[in-house]
């Protein structure tokens, strides 16, 4: 039998925002890893085609359709969640718009599904007891905000600066208890989230990654299971940067 510390043979996993591009590759790639994985979106088709493609695992995988702004909706999923070995927070929106011109209520709705949500997630999970010693929390942030600023940015930078300190925070109060806790920081990844760029300000953009490219989801699912696996046992209170290079400059 080969060593593979980055197994997730045994885990179970929640993944949040698991129809999206980013949450749907991890949790096939949680499933492809040996996890079993709990998955919840708000939109339920989506939701349910992604659960469609995951391999089978010793226990099935769980699909719970749920809008993570609302109480009760939050309550349900970690009431049907099982004890968790790992849970990725990685629902979130963008929206780009100059400082001058942001609203009340685009502001509102940012920060509650993209800091609100997670903190009260992360809240529910420990009050329940649903995070097993030795498990992993792992949030999906940004390199914006964090490592580097840009026009138009304001609104979702400040949240995911928002879930880093949290992250930091939860990673300092959880660590006795054996739980870690941990961020990805991506730049620009393929998916839908950037699908209203053009091609010009594509290649443009593309100009400032040395690797010459954005991010696969596949690339951010990797560091993902790395932090959830005892690959990364001793990590903690880590925001790892997985940008292409892109904040060398």
């Given at each position: 039998?080969?060593?593979?510390?980055?197994?997730?043979?045994?885990?179970?996993?929640?993944?949040?925002?698991?129809?999206?591009?980013?949450?749907?590759?991890?949790?096939?790639?949680?499933?492809?890893?040996?996890?079993?994985?709990?998955?919840?979106?708000?939109?339920?088709?989506?939701?349910?085609?992604?659960?469609?493609?995951?391999?089978?695992?010793?226990?099935?995988?769980?699909?719970?359709?749920?809008?993570?702004?609302?109480?009760?909706?939050?309550?349900?999923?970690?009431?049907?969640?099982?004890?968790?070995?790992?849970?990725?927070?990685?629902?979130?929106?963008?929206?780009?718009?100059?400082?001058?011109?942001?609203?009340?209520?685009?502001?509102?709705?940012?920060?509650?599904?993209?800091?609100?949500?997670?903190?009260?997630?992360?809240?529910?999970?420990?009050?329940?007891?649903?995070?097993?010693?030795?498990?992993?929390?792992?949030?999906?942030a940004s390199a914006a905000g964090i490592y580097r600023v840009s026009p138009g940015n304001a609104i979702y930078a400040t949240t995911k600066c928002g879930i880093d300190a949290f992250m930091r925070t939860v990673a300092l109060e959880m660590g006795p208890k054996g739980i870690r806790c941990n961020s990805v920081n991506p730049g620009m990844v393929e998916t839908s989230l950037?699908?209203?760029?053009?091609?010009?300000?594509?290649?443009?953009?593309?100009?400032?990654?040395?690797?010459?490219?954005?991010?696969?989801?596949?690339?951010?699912?990797?560091?993902?299971?790395?932090?959830?696996?005892?690959?990364?046992?001793?990590?903690?209170?880590?925001?790892?940067?997985?940008?292409?290079?892109?904040?060398?400059?």
């Amino acid at each position: 039998m080969s060593y593979n510390p980055y197994t997730l043979e045994g885990k179970t996993v929640l993944v949040t925002g698991a129809a999206g591009g980013i949450g749907s590759e991890v949790a096939r790639t949680c499933a492809r890893s040996g996890a079993r994985v709990v998955l919840t979106d708000l939109r339920e088709d989506a939701l349910k085609s992604v659960w469609e493609t995951l391999p089978e695992s010793e226990m099935p995988h769980l699909c719970v359709k749920a809008d993570l702004t609302a109480a009760d909706d939050l309550a349900a999923v970690v009431e049907n969640c099982p004890p968790l070995d790992g849970f990725v927070c990685n629902a979130g929106v963008m929206k780009l718009v100059p400082t001058q011109f942001i609203t009340e209520a685009e502001l509102t709705r940012v920060q509650q599904i993209n800091l609100n949500a997670p903190i009260l997630l992360t809240r529910l999970l420990l009050k329940k007891k649903k995070l097993t010693r030795g498990s992993s929390i792992v949030f999906t942030a940004s390199a914006a905000g964090i490592y580097r600023v840009s026009p138009g940015n304001a609104i979702y930078a400040t949240t995911k600066c928002g879930i880093d300190a949290f992250m930091r925070t939860v990673a300092l109060e959880m660590g006795p208890k054996g739980i870690r806790c941990n961020s990805v920081n991506p730049g620009m990844v393929e998916t839908s989230l950037i699908s209203g760029f053009t091609e010009e300000e594509r290649q443009q953009e593309m100009q400032n990654y040395p690797l010459r490219r954005f991010a696969q989801p596949q690339d951010v699912a990797l560091g993902i299971v790395y932090l959830l696996s005892d690959a990364s046992s001793f990590v903690t209170g880590t925001a790892l940067k997985i940008d292409g290079g892109m904040t060398l400059s």
